[in-house]
């Protein structure tokens, strides 16, 4: 019995036991083909990681650029309605210390009484008058309203008391529209200027009064009394009806005469008489330049610009064509000025509305400023790189002879390109370089206005010299705009501009008062910037958001990317280094159980 014992077990010993299963879940083919297309999957969102590395900050840039446009209902449009950031207008007026002398044939002597600091509230988009045309442009009309801010103005002044002496601006202009008529129509429209008014040569009125309004008779002479005033006499003055380009009075039928071929070109951005329509939120607030007030009238220098709406303007939106974004094809509803020679350059409608601007501007680019104000566009060249908020900016300045003569001796001032402004073939005093005569836009009143930079700053000398008081300097006087060269977007601008008036005996032959004065005397009598030298810091954080982006987040994307198809690469290879381990372990256990070497051939 014991051999069978030990033959069975002799037996059993030489038959191997049975193994475990070897099929489950992690080794079916189905696992495997898995496995394979998680690699698969990983590889692909590793190469995706790595094209968005590569390409998305230029993709991401081009697409942030397209953006800019000032498409219809866009976020863009939005911020160029709506702004994130306030404005102010701040005024400087120059007071004459000496006004008996210089009627005595004296050199003026000027003190400057400032800063006076408005808050500016642009609306764009008043009563609904923001057009959209199929060229891609938009006609917009501007509504600006000022608001006095005692705590950025200068300490201790008051515009409603702090008195000035200052040309008379409507007698001046009045007698000015006089000095080439013929001696019986002279005699009597100075008869009219003298006998009505003020009749002075210079008058003592508040900051205020100089800008918003004060009590002169002249101004209203041609318009229409209330019916329960006495009747006056006609003047040789237009009517002051309103009008964006502070004229000192207009025809009213020249100016419906006007309107009328400005519309016959079939556009959409005919003018619209929406001061006066009833249903206007702005109906009766708006006011002219000058108008009866309890029947006396009443005319201000600015009068006509808090409230009233401005002339439109239509430029191009950017949609299609970045590159001409801002570009100004009309104005006024016409594509020419009518101010400057005919046919000429300087007439027609052109270059930026400084409300928006094209991106992508470089040290090389030119920006021509369509300014209304100076009834012409100005040019601005690169000068340095600035910072605003930490923001890399690109400041912009008139050149040196951006209102330079066309005939100044000096040829770093010299602008032959400026020849179309001067008309002293009609008539028109040409001055020298770095003043503008205003006359020609002012053609219905010929009222003596001449523009300059503040304090005669890059203007012939013979100007600061013939008043005294004045200092011009770069950092205060100088025009500049620091612009975002990526997106077109400026951070600082200040607009500053003076305004300056022809008086002197040249005004008449025969006004005792002035007989003793000098011959002609540009006279400054404000000067004002617009505009904010530093960005909200809502706007900053915007710029700073858009900049960053195109680096920030491909690079994020493709850290995501990676990290993602890293793990899903490591889980494949994983699993199959895992397969194979427990392959070789098994194979490893059936040779020991076999008698065998695992690594035996």
Same mark, same amino acid.
């Given at each position: ?109 000027? !003190? ?164 006066? =329509? ?16 309890? +029947?006396? +009238? ?48 300087? =007439? ?26 100076? +009834? ?53 005093? +040409? ?54 060269? !990526? ?115």
């Amino acid at each position: 019995m014991s051999g069978e014992t030990d033959q069975f077990l002799s037996h059993n010993k030489s038959k191997p036991a049975a193994s475990p299963p070897r099929n489950g879940c992690c080794h079916t083919k189905g696992t495997a083909i898995c496995c394979m297309l998680t690699g698969a999957l990983g590889a692909a969102v590793v190469l995706v990681g790595i094209l968005v590395l590569l390409l998305g900050e230029g993709y991401l840039e081009k697409a942030i650029e397209q953006s800019m446009a000032l498409s219809e209902g866009s976020d863009r449009l939005e911020s160029w309605l709506h702004p994130p950031v306030t404005p102010h207008l701040t005024g400087y007026a120059f007071h004459i210390t000496n006004p008996e002398a210089v009627l005595q044939g004296k050199k003026p002597i000027l !003190e400057e009484k400032g800063p006076y600091v408005y808050k500016a509230v642009n609306i764009k988009d008043a009563d609904g008058n923001l057009q959209f045309h199929e060229d891609h442009t938009i006609t917009y009309r501007l509504r600006k309203l000022y608001f006095y801010e005692p705590s950025l103005s200068g300490p201790g002044l008051d515009p409603a008391k702090d008195y000035l002496t200052v040309p008379n601006i409507p007698l001046w202009t009045g007698l000015n529209r006089l000095k080439d008529k013929g001696a019986l129509a002279r005699s009597v429209g100075e008869g009219l200027v003298l006998g009505n008014g003020l009749a002075i040569p210079f008058i003592n009125v508040t900051f205020d009064g100089l800008l918003w309004g004060y009590e002169d008779e002249l101004p209203c002479l041609s318009l229409d009394m209330p019916s329960e005033c006495q009747d006056e006499e006609a003047s040789p003055f237009g009517s002051s009806d309103d009008d964006d380009d502070d004229d000192w009075g207009w025809d009213k039928r020249k100016k419906k005469r006007r309107r009328k071929r400005q519309t016959q070109d079939g556009q959409d951005d005919r003018y619209a008489d929406i001061e006066n =329509d009833p249903e206007s939120e702005w109906h009766g607030i708006a006011k002219p330049k000058a108008e009866f007030v309890d +029947c006396k +009238c009443n005319w201000g220098l600015f009068r006509d610009r808090n409230v009233t709406m401005r002339e439109p303007v239509r430029f191009f939106s950017g949609v299609g064509d970045l590159s001409s974004k801002g570009v100004v094809t009309k104005y006024d509803g016409r594509d020419t000025l009518g101010w400057w020679a005919k046919d000429s350059v300087c =007439d027609q409608v052109k270059g930026q509305d400084s409300s928006t601007l094209p991106p992508g501007i470089t040290k090389e680019t030119v920006l021509d400023v369509f300014i209304s104000l100076m +009834c012409r566009g100005l040019p601005l060249q690169y000068e340095k790189e600035t910072e605003h908020a930490g923001i890399r900016t690109y400041r912009f300045i008139p050149p040196l002879n951006a209102m330079g003569a066309h005939d100044d001796p000096d040829p770093e001032k010299r602008n032959p390109d400026n020849e179309c402004y001067c008309l002293e073939d009609e008539g028109f005093k +040409c001055y020298k370089s770095g003043v503008l005569n205003m006359e020609p836009c002012k053609r219905a009143t010929q009222a003596p206005l001449a523009l300059s930079m503040p304090h005669f700053y890059n203007a012939d000398p013979v100007y600061q010299q013939g008043v005294g008081g004045l200092t011009p300097n770069k950092e205060d006087h100088q025009f500049f705009l620091d612009v975002v060269p !990526e997106f077109g977007f400026p951070l600082a601008i200040r607009p500053r501009f003076q305004l300056n008036i022809l008086i002197g005996r040249y005004a008449s032959g025969t006004w005792d008062k002035i007989q003793s004065m000098q011959d002609e005397i540009l006279m400054p009598f404000l000067w004002a910037q617009d505009g904010f030298d530093e960005p909200s810091e809502e706007m900053a954080e915007k710029i700073k958001m858009g900049l960053g982006a195109p680096q920030k987040i491909p690079l994020l994307g493709a850290v995501v990317c990676l990290f993602i198809g890293a793990v899903l690469m490591a889980i494949c290879l994983g699993f199959f280094f895992w397969q194979r381990r427990v392959r070789a372990s098994r194979k490893f256990d059936d040779a020991n159980q076999l008698g065998m070497s695992p690594y035996s051939t």
